[in-house]
């Protein structure tokens, strides 16, 4: 029967022969099972069994060696009931393979090496962070070295846009003033037309009576000159 070193081994082989974590581990789940009995919970595991405890009442007992009658005080045992898959393994009904055993190795030795591979996939994520920290104190510091230089430059190219906008409203105001100048060009222009176009209306009845006395003397000197040429056939 082994003892708990050699248990310890045993389970060291199982992981990749670190005995301190064996060790600890075989400690951890002893401890476990003894804080859970010492509270009066169970610590049921599935396959291999239950650990309990239970309660005895006070009793009366006799002494095997001399027959008398002897009284027993209460009392709190441990106790264990062995689960459906021990009770097989244990009658020889169910054999233990190695298969199994593989199974588990194998799944201890990826925890191994998660927790193992675990630091430094810490100190990998802490130095990305302080890699970006560094970078960003950087960028600002180049950002304010920097505000100097452009704040010049802005100020350098404040007064040619304050030339251009005083040149704006110089030119709002001429087309202002031109404005006023075209409309009375064209008010000029239209009056004189409408008094134009009045001067051909007042002198247009003025000419139709000229011609119709025109065309009345015309119509009157051809009768005169008809009684001219009579007149001399008279005397004869």
Do not use: H, W
Request: aromatic residues 2%; charged residues 30%; without cysteine.
């Amino acid at each position: 029967m082994p003892n708990k070193a050699q248990f310890v081994e045993m389970l060291a082989e199982r992981l990749d022969g670190d005995r301190k974590r064996a060790a600890a581990a075989l400690d951890a789940v002893i401890d476990s099972v003894y804080a859970a009995i010492s509270r009066g919970e169970k610590v049921a595991i599935t396959g291999f069994g239950v650990f309990e405890r239970r309660d005895r009442a006070a009793r009366t007992a006799r002494n095997p060696a001399t027959g008398a009658r002897v009284d027993v005080a209460a009392s709190r045992v441990p106790a264990f009931r062995a689960g459906a898959e021990f009770k097989a393994i244990a009658s020889g009904a169910r054999d233990f393979t190695q298969e199994r055993t593989a199974r588990a190795q194998a799944a201890v030795s990826k925890a191994a090496d998660t927790v193992r591979d675990a630091p430094a996939r810490a100190a990998a994520v802490v130095r990305d962070a302080q890699d970006r920290a560094t970078a960003a104190v950087r960028d600002a510091a180049d950002a304010v070295r920097e505000a100097p230089g452009r704040a010049a430059a802005a100020v350098k190219k404040s007064p040619s846009t304050a030339a251009a906008g005083s040149s704006a409203p110089a030119k709002k105001s001429a087309a202002k003033k031109s404005a006023p100048a075209k409309k009375s060009a064209a008010k000029k222009a239209s009056s004189g037309k409408s008094a134009a176009g009045r001067t051909l209306a007042s002198d247009g009845p003025r000419k139709a009576a000229k011609k119709a006395t025109a065309k009345k003397l015309a119509s009157k000197s051809p009768a005169k000159k008809s009684a001219a040429k009579k007149a001399p056939a008279k005397k004869k």
